[in-house]
Nanobody, 114 residues
Framework: QVQLVESGGGLVQAGGSLRLSCAASGNIFGLNNMGWFRQAPGKQRELVAVISRAFSPNYADAVKGRFTISRDNAKNTVSLQMNSLKPEDTAVYYC????????WGKGTLVTVSS
């Protein structure tokens, strides 16, 4: 089993920045993609950014140029630097990892005020 624990959410004004971090523990050998999804109230969960074990990133169009994903395979962590935040970025952000199965964190709330 893999446990994912997020940190770094909070309240920020539009135009501000936040950094989310996620630490993986447990049976973490061979994790493939790691990344972030988000779910806003009344909406489906959506991809924000994922990064492969070989550090190849993939971003949702809505966050390209504003968010940067990074990964440390030695520390089994994945981070998301979020800049130029907009009110529409408000959501619960979930850490994600996969191998043969998918793993999810419990989520951290990001609120962007206008």
């Amino acid at each position: 089993q893999v446990q994912l624990v997020e940190s770094g959410g909070g309240l920020v004004q539009a135009g501000g920045s936040l950094r989310l971090s996620c630490a993986a523990s447990g049976n973490i050998f061979g994790l493939n993609n790691m990344g972030w999804f988000r779910q806003a109230p009344g909406k489906q969960r959506e991809l924000v950014a994922v990064i492969s074990r070989a550090f190849s990133p993939n971003y949702a169009d809505a966050v390209k140029g504003r968010f940067t994903i990074s990964r440390d395979n030695a520390k089994n962590t994945v981070s998301l630097q979020m800049n130029s935040l907009k009110p529409e970025d408000t959501a619960v952000y979930y850490c994600y990892a996969n191998r043969a199965l998918e793993y999810w964190g419990k989520g951290t709330l990001v609120t962007v005020s206008s």
